[in-house]
């Protein structure tokens, strides 16, 4: 056995995303959960469908069967329709802690979304790539403002 010491920078990472919905409060948090679970696709389109328990402690992870998977975090806090904090690894294959949050607020008749994801950690190079963290999330809460907005106006 041999053990070494290494001085490895740790990196921070932050996206912040703040959108107008016009749509009701409880339409789009169904939705996120909706869009962070089953319906969930990569920012290409292509589905990759998840499982997220909606409760304190429940786990956010990809299925993949035969008990194989990839745990992506736990719900730290949610208070329907208005608050959504999930913590862990997410995506990140690397010592690195994530915590992200959507914090919902009707304005206007339309629903605010404040989402952010913060990491920090031994973040590996292709995850220091803001264009590719953005896309990823920028995806999903376009995803979410455009499904929501189409069950408000009641079309598919």
């Given at each position: 056995m041999s053990a070494s010491i290494s001085e490895e920078a740790i990196q921070t990472l932050e996206v912040i995303v703040d959108e107008q919905i016009a749509a009701p409060i409880?339409?789009?948090?169904?939705?996120?959960?909706?869009?962070?679970g089953p319906y969930n696709e990569r920012p290409d389109g292509s589905p990759m469908p998840m499982k997220l328990e909606a409760w304190p402690g429940g786990r956010w992870f990809r299925d993949l069967g035969n008990n194989t998977g990839h745990f992506w975090?736990?719900?730290?806090?949610?208070?329907?329709p208005t608050l959504l904090e999930?913590?862990?690894?997410?995506?990140?294959?690397?010592p690195a802690v994530s915590h992200v949050l959507y914090?919902?607020?009707?304005?206007?008749?339309?629903?605010?979304?404040?989402?952010?994801?913060?990491a920090i950690g031994q973040i590996?190079?292709?995850?220091?790539?803001?264009n590719n963290v953005n896309e990823g999330w920028n995806s999903l809460v376009t995803r979410v403002r455009e499904k929501a907005e189409r069950k408000q106006r009641g079309t598919k």
């Open positions: 409880d339409v789009v948090f169904e939705t996120i959960l909706e869009q962070m975090g736990h719900v730290q806090s949610i208070k329907a999930v913590h862990g690894p997410l995506f990140m294959s690397c914090r919902l607020t009707e304005e206007r008749g339309a629903t605010r979304v404040q989402f952010s994801h913060r590996a190079p292709e995850y220091r790539d803001p």
